[in-house]
């Protein structure tokens, strides 16, 4: 089945710093990808959808220029963390559109940033 | 706006039945989703609903009612294993040529010996 690859698993950054977080689809073309951010028992709240060779659509209340989305290929999406702080720490995940799935969606394993 | 309701917590014991409701105000309706997810963890498909009605896979089964906004995940011979959270997530309309999955805030199932 259709395969969402995110990496790294778990980061931990100094506060001041970037981090780049990577999501590639395997065995499939995924020209849309949607980013989410999930706080300690909470639900995963939508941050912005990209698509393949245009610009990411941010969601209400998240900066754009603080989350830097880019999907240059068609396998390939980044979500790049700006100047970290303590607050952006959290659980990241990707999920893919595809056409593959029962449901039409394969998610990341997730990507756990602490900021320090 | 968007609204997707679900209860926080809920409780079971293990072999018996459990039922978790979903109520959603969505602005569109393109079908409705169940995933189960263990902390930590990425979420995983359980069920997708966009006709009215039942769908049953195994020990899970899901309802839908779109006239009244409403859903419900049904989960039977629980299995401690079943502890987990299980996110109720509407598929809304078609944005910009994307179709946004929006989640609710996720009920957290104990399941007890």
């Known amino acids: 089945g259709a395969v969402v690859s995110q990496h790294p698993s778990r980061v931990i950054c100094k506060s001041g710093t970037s981090v780049k977080i990577e999501c590639r689809s395997l065995?499939?073309?995924?020209?849309?990808m949607f980013w989410y951010r999930q706080f300690p028992k909470q639900s995963l709240m939508l941050m912005a959808t990209?698509?393949?060779?245009?610009?990411?659509?941010?969601e209400q209340g998240v900066e754009k220029d603080k989350f830097l989305i880019n999907h240059a290929s068609l396998t390939l999406s980044t979500l790049t963390v700006t100047s970290a702080h303590p607050e952006d720490s959290s659980f990241y995940i990707c999920?893919?559109?595809?056409?593959?799935?029962?449901?039409?969606?394969?998610f990341g394993s997730g990507t756990r940033l602490t900021v320090v | 706006g968007q609204n997707i309701d679900q209860p926080t917590e809920m409780t079971a014991t293990e072999g018996a039945i459990v039922q978790i409701n979903c109520t959603y105000q969505?602005?569109?309706?393109?079908?409705l989703f169940w995933y189960q997810q263990h902390a930590g963890e990425a979420p995983t498909f359980l069920s997708y609903?966009?006709?009215?009605g039942l769908e049953e896979k195994g020990r899970f089964s899901s309802f839908l009612s779109r006239s009244k906004g409403y859903s419900y995940l049904l989960l039977k011979e629980l299995q401690m294993k079943d502890s987990a959270s299980y996110l109720c997530a509407v598929r809304g309309s078609v944005s910009g040529g994307y179709n946004k999955l929006i989640f609710g805030a996720g009920t957290r199932l104990a399941v007890h010996p």
């Open positions: 999920s893919a559109r595809d056409a593959w799935t029962e449901n039409g969606y394969t």
């Open positions: 065995d499939f073309q995924a020209t849309t």
């Open positions: 969505t602005s569109g309706f393109n079908g």
């Open positions: 609903n966009v006709l009215d």
């Open positions: 990209s698509n393949e060779g245009s610009k990411a659509t941010y």
